[in-house]
T-cell receptor, first 113, second 116 residues
Framework: GQSLEQPSEVTAVEGAIVQINCTYQ??????LSWYQQHDGGAPTFLSY????GLEETGRFSSFLSRSDSYGYLLLQELQMKDSASYFC??????????????FGRGTSLIVHP | DAGVTQSPTHLIKTRGQQVTLRCSPK?????VSWYQQALGQGPQFIFQ???????QRGNFPDRFSGHQFPNYSSELNVNALLLGDSALYLC???FGGGASRGKTQYFGPGTRLLVL
């Protein structure tokens, strides 16, 4: 079956750097996505990694190691508005060609002034 | 360029009733997926529609059904509502079937359903 593990909560101060880890178990792995969701809001797509390595988009970077079944989201120069839930989602072929992403339970990021 | 829209925003129903939720995908998108998100959990995949057909289904009972219209909009129907169906129902749109499905999805604001 599929499983994803990510910390339930991470706290940091404004201006700092924070890393949110995600480990997964699945078959037919295609890629790992990250989404941000503010309270009461819609999940917003942040990044997608299909190959090993680091993808950088502004203050956010995402990393993937397929051999370790591991990825992380790195947020730099934290701002108060970054306080939100962050979900990793595995896109795989576990259901015979579904390509449907399976979401983790999310990490609540709390940024303090 | 309109993003994904959903209606209604909030809904209160009683056990045993039926509900219909609606979704209009982002302009240019032809694939719609529905998710259920319970409080404190990640979105759980219900099903996906592409070319007016259900292409993939998650682990949800037959009480959950859907439809996609020629203009790519979609409906989610839930019959015989249970208390446990209370959740945020999210619609996500993307472009293209096949291997591109689920790669980059744009979510709507959701419909918050409360079953009493």
């Amino acid at each position: 079956g599929q499983s994803l593990e990510q910390p339930s909560e991470v706290t940091a101060v404004e201006g700092a750097i924070v890393q949110i880890n995600c480990t997964y178990q699945t078959s037919g792995f295609y890629g790992l996505s990250w989404y941000q969701q503010h309270d009461g809001g819609a999940p917003t797509f942040l990044s997608y990694n299909a190959l090993d390595g680091l993808e950088e988009t502004g203050r956010f970077s995402s990393f993937l190691s397929r051999s370790d079944s591991y990825g992380y989201l790195l947020l730099q120069e934290l701002q108060m508005k970054d306080s939100a839930s962050y979900f990793c989602a595995v896109r795989d072929n576990a259901s015979g060609g579904s390509y449907i992403p399976t979401f983790g339970r999310g990490t609540s990021l709390i940024v303090h002034p | 360029d309109a993003g994904v829209t959903q209606s209604p925003t909030h809904l209160i129903k009683t056990r045993g009733q039926q509900v219909t939720l609606r979704c209009s995908p982002k302009s240019g998108h032809d694939t719609v997926s529905w998710y259920q998100q319970a409080l404190g959990q990640g979105p759980q995949f219900i099903f996906q529609y592409y070319e007016e057909e259900e292409r993939q289904r998650g682990n949800f009972p037959d009480r959950f059904s859907g439809h996609q219209f020629p203009n790519y909009s979609s409906e989610l129907n839930v019959n015989a509502l249970l208390l446990g169906d209370s959740a945020l129902y999210l619609c996500a749109s993307s472009f293209g079937g096949g291997a591109s499905r689920g790669k980059t999805q744009y979510f709507g604001p959701g419909t918050r359903l409360l079953v009493l």
